[in-house]
């Protein structure tokens, strides 16, 4: 019984391997566009979640002492996702200074620099987010 099952896992081992074999050969350019969708996704993923807390530190101000930490907190959290993603840290190497400048000494952290980072960030994003669509047309 256990040899009989033995082989028909084998059988179907070798059927997968097969199909995979053939959709590596003939299926390359599908498979590659559906990746390249995953990616794509995902990453269109991240720059909303960076747009989403970009609009928080909007409400926030730094100037506030409450609101202050609040928006420590959040540059924290970007600075963590720019630095986690090789294409925003890539992309994002000038500001991510600024903004880890910021995150190491607080008390130059103030309404106006905050203002200027969010809106260089901002740009940034939609800098990368037009050459990923010119990519995308060029394919």
Same mark, same amino acid.
């Given at each position: ?48 979640? %960076? !747009?989403?807390?970009?609009? &928080?530190? *909007? ?5 506030? $002492?409450?609101? @202050?930490?609040? +928006? /420590? ?22 500001? %991510? !200074?600024?903004?880890?400048? &910021?995150? *190491? ?5 103030? $309404?106006?620099? @905050?203002?200027? +980072? /969010? ?21």
């Amino acid at each position: 019984m256990i040899t009989l099952l033995n082989i028909i896992t084998s059988i179907f081992t070798i059927g997968a391997s097969g199909i995979a074999i053939y959709l590596f050969l003939f299926k390359q350019k599908p498979i590659k566009s559906i990746f390249r969708l995953l990616v794509s996704f995902s990453f269109q993923i991240t720059q909303q979640e %960076l !747009k989403d807390k970009l609009e &928080l530190l *909007n409400d926030l101000n730094a100037n506030d $002492e409450e609101q @202050k930490k609040e +928006v /420590i907190n959040i540059f924290n959290d970007v600075e963590g996702q720019l630095r986690g993603n090789g294409i925003l840290l890539q992309n994002c190497k000038e500001i %991510l !200074k600024k903004i880890t400048r &910021l995150n *190491n000494n607080t008390d130059e952290l103030n $309404e106006p620099k @905050k203002r200027s +980072v /969010i809106s260089e960030l901002r740009e940034n994003l939609r800098n990368i987010e037009i050459k990923s669509f010119e990519e995308i047309y060029k394919r």
